[in-house]
């Protein structure tokens, strides 16, 4: 291998296709599981867990120009119902289809700026390199693409009350009498005032004591 090699073989992530050869149309199948890299998913609200299983299914293809990967990753995705804030997780698989060039490519006769079509998107072209490539980029993109934005624990999760945070549906019938409030609002402005006496030298101020129930 160069010196230069940026990829590392030992890479889980890192694939070999000399084995494949450079003849347009061989194909070689393999399946790989890889412990889950560092954010694998959509930070902040679901993901797979670093050091997680990811099973990869790949069918490498030698074309012209490159190698032609399509593939399949399936792991288990964690993160948080948006509505109620419970934690969930959910089976997650992502297609993927990605072409890594030669890098040679270019350089049989072929014009380097020639306007094509497919390359006005800004899609990065990838390369190949002595024969490697690395598909993270790929994998990432992927698992993104096939999570939820805005996960849910179940479809129709009624989230949390408006008035106390409560888990709606671990109580349907759960709901709060306008009088109750008021009264217990009132109840809440009694005691306030009441600290307010005692706490006089504390400094405490009345009115911000706001009650929270879990
Ligand atoms: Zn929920
Ligand atoms: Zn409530």
């Known amino acids: 291998m160069a010196l230069n090699a940026r990829l590392d073989h030992r890479n889980p992530l890192v694939f070999d296709t000399h084995e494949l050869g450079r003849r347009p149309g061989a194909l070689q ?25 990811v099973e990869l299914d790949l069918r490498l293809e030698s074309v012209m120009e490159g190698v032609l990967v399509t593939g399949t990753a399936r792991a288990s995705a964690k993160g948080e119902c948006v509505r109620c804030l419970e934690p969930l997780e959910q089976v997650l698989e992502a297609d993927f289809q990605e072409m890594f060039s030669y890098p040679d490519a270019d350089d049989r006769g072929r014009p380097k700026a020639e306007p094509v079509d497919d390359a006005e998107d800004d899609e990065e ?5 002595d024969g490697l490539f690395d598909l ?7 698992v993104v693409l096939a999570l939820p934005m805005q996960p849910v624990c179940q479809d129709d999760c009624p989230g949390l009350c408006s008035e106390c945070g409560a888990r709606l549906a671990d109580d349907p019938d759960h709901h709060h009498d306008a009088v109750d409030i008021r009264w217990a609002a009132l ?10 006496e005692k706490d006089e ?3 405490a101020e009345p009115g911000v004591d706001e009650k929270q129930e879990k």
Do not use: C, K, Y
């Open 125 to 129: 072209t990838l390369f190949l390199e």
């Open 29 to 53: 199948r393999l399946t790989r599981t890889i412990d889950a890299p560092t954010d694998l998913g959509i930070q902040g609200v679901i993901g797979v867990p670093e050091g997680a299983p």
């Open 136 to 142: 993270e980029p790929v994998l990432r993109d992927a």
């Open 187 to 196: 109840q809440g402005l009694a005691g306030s005032l009441e600290d307010g």
């Open 201 to 203: 030298l504390s400094g």
